[in-house]
């Protein structure tokens, strides 16, 4: 009996010891700048009058895409709602959904990986740092099993990681792109063609998965709810491909996936003339980031395709 004490005790003193721990330590470079460009740009999304254009994507949505050359197509005010691949698409909905209204207008180049994702690792994510020490008023409101899953979430390389950060954060080390290179509507900026040139041989030597895209995950199961509910409400979403390097080869039948995912919810789906493929050098340090320059003109060919093709609202 004693012993069956003595280990309960050890194993509630090892669950409290668990959350003391990761209640206090977060890995502040690498994901501390989720909440608060979410923060920014819902601040921003807010401020706009409906009609706007929202565009939505991970990285490539950021990189790639520029609400300026948007709105200087589209005639609307935009904001880039766009987070990471690594934030699990359910969680980036739930902050997404409600800065939008009737006769909104959301541009989606999700990236290619993001339409495979199953459950378990959609809610295996950042988002789940971010749940647990940032947005705690979205954690309580999820089912026992995912506030369980976030809290789960935490490692021992997780800890590792998070002492280094805090103590790179304190000494003033910054990464390339954070905050202070957002543009005011949510657009990474100050990645020029220059400031690439290290990466090139890296994006020469990347590759993409190329088998076919599924009929059914759990990605495209939250998609297909999302473009449903925005169609009941009277909101435009429009899908397309994200930017890739010309070297890579990828499969048209993927633009057809594609197309009828997002039109038999009843939304849109386009196709620029390059299919989003532009030269190695258009590239900044990723295979779905185009560098400042490009990214300005593709977004307008972007705004450009969205202002002659679709219906009016």
């Known amino acids: ?132 020490h940032h947005r705690q008023d979205i954690l309580w409101t999820l089912s026992p099993a995912r506030i369980a899953r976030a809290w789960g979430s935490f490692d021992l390389p997780f800890l590792i990681h998070g002492l280094i950060e805090t103590g790179l954060d304190k000494f003033g080390f910054e990464r390339r792109s954070g905050i202070g290179s957002l543009s005011p509507q949510g657009d990474e900026t100050g990645h020029t063609a220059a400031r690439g040139q290290p990466y090139q041989a890296f994006i020469r030597a990347a590759a993409i998965d190329p088998r076919p895209l599924p009929e059914r995950s759990h990605a495209i199961d939250v998609l297909g709810a999302f473009l449903d509910r925005a169609r009941q409400r009277g909101i435009r979403v429009v899908g397309g491909l994200p930017t890739l390097p010309d070297h890579l080869h990828i499969d048209p039948a993927r633009d057809q996936q594609l197309r009828a995912l997002f039109e038999r919810h009843g939304q849109h789906f386009v196709v ?11 590239f900044f340090d990723a295979v779905y980031h185009l560098n400042e320059e490009c990214q300005q003109k593709h977004s307008a060919a972007v705004g450009r395709l969205l202002a002659h093709s679709l219906p009016p609202p």
């Open 1 to 132: 009996m004693h012993k069956l004490l003595a280990f309960g005790v050890a194993v509630l003193t090892s669950v409290l010891l668990y959350l003391a721990i990761f209640s206090v330590v977060d890995r502040p470079l690498t994901l501390g700048e989720i909440p608060e460009s979410a923060r920014l740009k819902a601040a921003y999304a807010s401020s706009l009058p409906s009609p706007k254009l929202a565009i939505w994507a991970g990285s490539n949505g950021r990189y790639s895409h520029r609400c300026s050359a948007f709105t200087a197509s589209t005639g609307l005010p935009c904001v880039n709602l766009s987070m990471a691949v690594g934030v699990g698409i359910d969680f980036q909905l739930l902050q997404i959904e409600p800065l939008l209204q009737r006769g909104d207008l959301v541009y989606m180049p999700l990236e290619y990986e993001q339409y495979r994702v199953g459950r378990e690792e959609m809610e295996s994510g950042a988002e789940n740092t971010v749940l647990v």
């Open 272 to 282: 620029l003339p390059n299919r989003s493929q532009y030269p190695l050098d258009c």
